[in-house]
């Protein structure tokens, strides 16, 4: 239960696809839906998590609610089938056909059993929003007056932050830490990167933001807090 609701975000993400025109080629709905756009290996990537995210949530149902073992298999047999059947090079409906009103009524009573235990997840708005201040601050960096090396790190370091919001639906919570803490963990062994993050009105900005994030998380997943270290609480001030 460290990595949030994971019934919550898989049934986020199958109400998504479902959604998604029936005529519409299945690599293009994916695309879509996974935000992937037209990087057919970034899809499939992601997609990948998307069945690992399915068994997670089978195992964690199953093993904090045995009782509930017929309504698992009943919503996990029918993805299982609309993964393996689905037509890549058809129509998305040969994936939303498998998925039926019966299997969606029983993820969405595993997703509140297990709310019962766990808060609930991040929601769209939110990742969009901490998406697009990250990506503000990746414009403001490469027009800064950074050093070569301490603005190629920043920059890549703040896109593996927006790639880890990108997938939380997929992977949860545990990305976003671990890419937040690597992040700051680096101002320790690079003294120029420090001071541009602890002495620069950009990495003042960038502090607030990733601060907002981890806050956020932690809303969503109690245990966040855990997964930083003392010393990235105190630079992001939150905890």
């Known amino acids: 239960m460290q990595n949030g609701n994971p019934a919550a975000r898989l049934l986020d993400v199958l109400n998504e696809t479902l959604a998604v025109q029936k005529n519409i080629s299945t690599r293009q709905a994916w695309?879509?839906?996974?935000?992937?756009?037209?990087?057919?290996?970034?899809?499939?990537?992601?997609?990948?998590?998307l069945m690992l995210l399915s068994e997670e949530t089978s195992e964690l149902v199953n093993s904090l609610f045995p009782r509930q073992l017929r309504a698992t298999t009943a919503w996990k047999t029918?993805?299982?089938?609309?993964?393996?059947?689905?037509?890549?090079?058809?129509?998305?409906?040969?994936f939303q056909n498998h998925i039926t009103n019966t299997?969606?009524?029983?993820?969405?009573s595993a997703v509140d059993l297990i709310?019962?235990?766990?808060?609930?997840?991040?929601?769209?708005n939110d990742i969009?929003?901490?998406?697009?201040?990250?990506?503000?601050?990746?414009?403001?960096?490469l027009n800064g007056e950074f050093e070569d090396k301490v603005q190629e790190y920043l920059v890549r370091s703040?896109?593996?932050?927006?790639?880890?919001?990108?997938?939380?639906?997929?992977?949860?919570?545990?990305?976003?830490t671990t890419s937040i803490e690597s992040m700051l963990g680096?101002?320790?062994?690079?003294?120029?990167?420090?001071?541009?993050?602890n002495e620069t009105e950009t990495g003042s900005k960038i502090l607030t933001i990733l601060g907002g994030i981890a806050d956020a998380v932690?809303?969503?997943?109690?245990?966040?807090?855990l997964l930083f270290s003392e010393t990235v609480k105190k630079m992001l001030g939150v905890f």
């Open 158 to 176: 703040l896109r593996k932050v927006i790639i880890a919001l990108d997938e939380y639906r997929l992977s949860g919570s545990i990305p976003v």
């Open 186 to 197: 680096h101002s320790f062994f690079d003294r120029d990167y420090g001071n541009a993050l």
């Open 218 to 225: 932690t809303v969503a997943t109690p245990i966040a807090p």
């Open 78 to 94: 029918a993805l299982d089938t609309a993964f393996t059947s689905q037509n890549m090079h058809a129509t998305i409906d040969s």
């Open 103 to 108: 299997a969606i009524d029983h993820l969405t």
């Open 115 to 124: 709310d019962l235990k766990n808060p609930t997840i991040l929601n769209a």
């Open 128 to 141: 969009a929003d901490f998406t697009q201040k990250l990506n503000d601050l990746i414009s403001e960096v």
């Open 31 to 49: 695309g879509q839906v996974l935000k992937s756009r037209d990087n057919q290996a970034l899809m499939y990537d992601r997609l990948a998590k």
